[in-house]
């Protein structure tokens, strides 16, 4: 149930001057921002120095730097069409090992807010119609809480939270009126949450234990797509499920294959994921009211992860990891990580280094 509302405090002398240097560049000319979000990215990119903010406008290639921050790292960056702000996650390289969230409005160039929790923050995701950001936290006391808060109120409240267990990849349905959390709990099983204004947690998902994994809401909200596996480490399957659990229908059904990281488009009944069952993770695009399947990317050299849709739903970005890298199975390098572009026949409209992206509008 909503509890724990409370007013952020203004953010001090030191982390004002933290808040001047890590965006002087961005308040230069790289603070104009213009147009549609589905015609720019921003993302992030390993540097000499670490991990910096970078943008690019998808009609040209043309890249620019948007941070410049040789004393920490820069990572996960969501843009709000609809408040014109960019939140991301920092942190320092010397002292406090944790991740907080900075958010940051172009218009208002001096304009900056930091939350500073004292432990990490982490999975962001922006409300499409409000001022709300959610995101996972761990508490200064222990437990985990998936939280939002009010950017433009600076108002927190905690939705849920959990002993014992991990809360993680909080989204919002379309509406914004829900949303949608990880349970990750320690007999390496996970269950998807929903999340609504004066009601406890609900699990989606069922008792029987599964790994229930990157939950979503499709367009218009009648539906839950995540994916599934017997285990952390089995093979998955894409999935669709009523927010009341009443009815499920397995999209991919190929126990043999891994099938993950579903992403539905905002403007078809359609869905994005990563399937292997041509060899090495390729994008595939599912309708999901008649069940085709297409790969969109067939790439035996390279591994594809992570896509998401445009706004608009006529692009697809994803990052391009090198073909025999697996999640847990090692660190991930970003700097041998690259992102990509495709329209939905799987042209290729865009690629450079970096990882992470997100959709953000470009500049003139």
């Keep these: 149930m909503l509890s724990a509302v409370s007013r952020l405090p203004a953010a001090g002398a030191l982390a004002a001057a933290w808040v001047a240097c890590a ?13 549609s979000p589905s015609e720019g990215l921003v993302f992030v990119r390993k540097t000499a120095e670490g991990t910096d903010l970078f943008r690019a406008r998808i009609a040209d290639g043309a890249i620019e730097r948007l941070t410049h921050t040789p004393d920490r790292n820069e990572d996960w960056p969501e843009w709000s069409d609809r408040i014109r702000r960019l939140a991301f996650l920092t942190a320092p390289f010397a002292g406090r090992r944790s991740w907080d969230l900075l958010v940051w409005s172009p218009e208002r160039r001096s304009e900056a807010s930091i939350y ?6 982490y999975f962001l995701d922006w409300s499409p119609g409000s001022a709300h950001l959610a ?13 939002q808060v009010d950017v433009e109120a ?9 002993n014992g267990s991990l ?34 947690a609900r699990n989606v998902t069922g008792a029987e234990p599964f790994y229930d994994d990157h939950p979503r809401f499709t367009r218009n909200d009648e539906w839950v797509t995540f994916d599934r596996r017997a ?20 999209l991919t059904d190929s126990p043999e294959h891994d099938d993950h990281s579903p992403r539905p488009s905002p403007v078809r009944d359609e869905l994005v994921f990563v399937s292997d069952r041509d060899g090495t993770p390729d994008i595939h695009l599912v309708d999901y009211a008649t069940g085709a399947r297409r790969n969109l990317t067939a790439t035996p050299d390279a591994g594809e992860w992570m896509p998401r849709f445009s706004p608009d739903g006529e692009r697809i970005v994803f990052v391009i990891l090198p073909p025999d890298f697996r999640p847990g199975r090692g660190p991930l390098d970003y700097g041998a990580a690259r992102i990509a572009v495709i329209d939905r026949e799987g042209r290729r409209l865009f690629e450079t280094d970096g990882i992470n992206p997100a959709w953000m509008p470009a500049w003139k």
């Design 231 to 250: 285990s952390p480490t089995a093979p998955g399957d894409v999935l669709l499920i009523r927010p009341d659990g009443s009815e499920t229908r397995n």
């Design 167 to 200: 809360l993680v990849r909080p989204s919002f349905a379309f509406d914004g009126r829900r949303l949608l959390a990880q349970e990750l709990r320690s007999d390496r099983t996970s269950r998807i949450l929903l999340l609504e204004p004066g009601h406890p």
């Design 116 to 121: 500073a929790s004292g432990q990490t923050e």
């Design 23 to 35: 965006l002087a560049l961005a308040c230069s000319r790289s603070a104009e921002v213009s147009g």
């Design 154 to 162: 600076n108002v927190r409240q905690v939705l849920t939270s959990a």
């Design 135 to 147: 995101y996972s936290h761990q508490t200064a006391e222990g437990p985990f809480v998936v939280a």
